[in-house]
């Protein structure tokens, strides 16, 4: 019943904002242009249609404010004046009041705002669907952010969740490529980086991993700035880091006017999303606008700064080992390759043919090589693929769900920052060291020094380990005789199953026959 009630408050709520007149103008088709001169009969819309469907997203709550904030990444398949709008979602969303803040601050930190900082400015600087950001001083000086939990957001998220759960199952059980789409599957990985976010700790822990992936030692934190995590003033619905200051990066002509080399900031943060993926397993899954800056301090220029940790993905060394190669194969144009790893990983029937499938990865593919990222969707690639995967019954990958989408959200920053990029070239020579280091000696050596603590400790006991399996007494024959007398048991009991079987229909026969005697008098 509430899952019908959230239905038919979701409806009021398109019709209440004029959706349906947004919908109609936006289809091709003369029975829609008929349908919306009907509708165009009542009381035409007042407000843009890019602000509507912005106010549509904020009033139902977080979980569609997620959604505008990945459209306002895709210029190429949003209109302009639509895209504008939904980039208010990325840090603009309505704010809740500061006094209930300060309150979630005292109750989590055990005292006021006014006792923990010298300083605490009580109007958000920021305000997103989850959290919304206060910038504050510690008693030492420091400058820092303090993100503070919406309340009741948890009720709110689970009460969508259900709705979406019901609508996977329908989808699963009506839709004629259901199965293979594993829309339930999706929903719950939706649910788990969902609830993740709510956890103002967990996102704490991501931002103080994503800044160790990018520290001093490793070489690379000339790309990356990732804030520095104040834990004594953490909680579950409270997380305070340091203080970043920079432009966002949606900023194109601040950015030139500060000298920032634009093409050089895209193609970095092309190699920043392909270092985290395969080289740490670990990234940053929340990249739109309103959580990327780009430093404009003179000693840091043009570096990525890192905002906004609840969502972040992780990949096993198997689906990174399956994804380069798929990457390298798309790059080198082997789609024999292609067609073998979707085989050899079980994402398609063991049945499938390899040149049927390496065919129908061309015919998608081949047009789009050679051309600039400004000729080239990411999106319409991959809703091809789609497409061509649903008769080859390929399984969505639940895991890689999240990687899709932060995948969209840099080819959609790229494209703004510069449209003549090439994908594909800034990310094959990474993609070819990286394959290069994992297979080669350096990759041999990398590995054994990862396992050599766990070898230090099982080396030790092999003599004994050998030596207790040889003196132990062979099980072998007494495992056969075993067997041997289960299968004589089997055998008896398939022969008298067979008799009796026989003289059930024995009896049967008799009985029929009887029955047909006595008809007959």
Known sequence: MLIFLRLVYIFWVCLRYRLDELVLSSIEHPWAHWLLRIVCLGRKPHRPRGERLRLTLETLGPIYVKFGQVLSTRRDLVPPDIVDELARLQDRVPPFPSDQAAAIIEESLGSAPSVLFSQFERDPVASASIAQVHFAVLHDGREVAVKVLRPGMREAIERDLKLLRVLAGLVERLAPDGRRLKPREVVAEFDKYLHDELDLLREASNCSQLRRNFGPDTGRANLLEV??????????????????????????????????????LARQGVEIFFMQVFTDGFFHADMHPGNIYVSDAPETLGRYIALDFGIVGSLSEFDKNYLAQNFLAFFQRDYRRVAQLHIESGWVPPTTREEELEGAVRAVCEPYFDRPLAEISLGQVLLRLF???RRFNVEIQPQLVLLQKTLLNVEGMGRELDPNLDLWQTAKPFLERWMHQRVGLRGLRQRLEQEASQWAQILPQVPRLVYTRLNHPDAGPAVKAELERLRRVQEQSNRLLIVLCGILA???GVALWALTRGGGF
């Not at 953490?234 to 203080?243: D, G, K, Y």
């Not at 194109?252 to 000298?259: A, K, N, S, Y």
């Open 506 to 508: 024995v009896g049967l």
């Open 227 to 264: 804030p520095e995590v104040v834990w004594e003033y953490c909680a579950n619905q409270v997380f305070t880091m340091q203080r970043m200051y920079g432009v966002p990066i949606s900023h194109i002509d601040r950015l030139r006017e500060l000298g920032v080399d634009i093409p050089l």
């Open 387 to 389: 497409q061509t995967s």
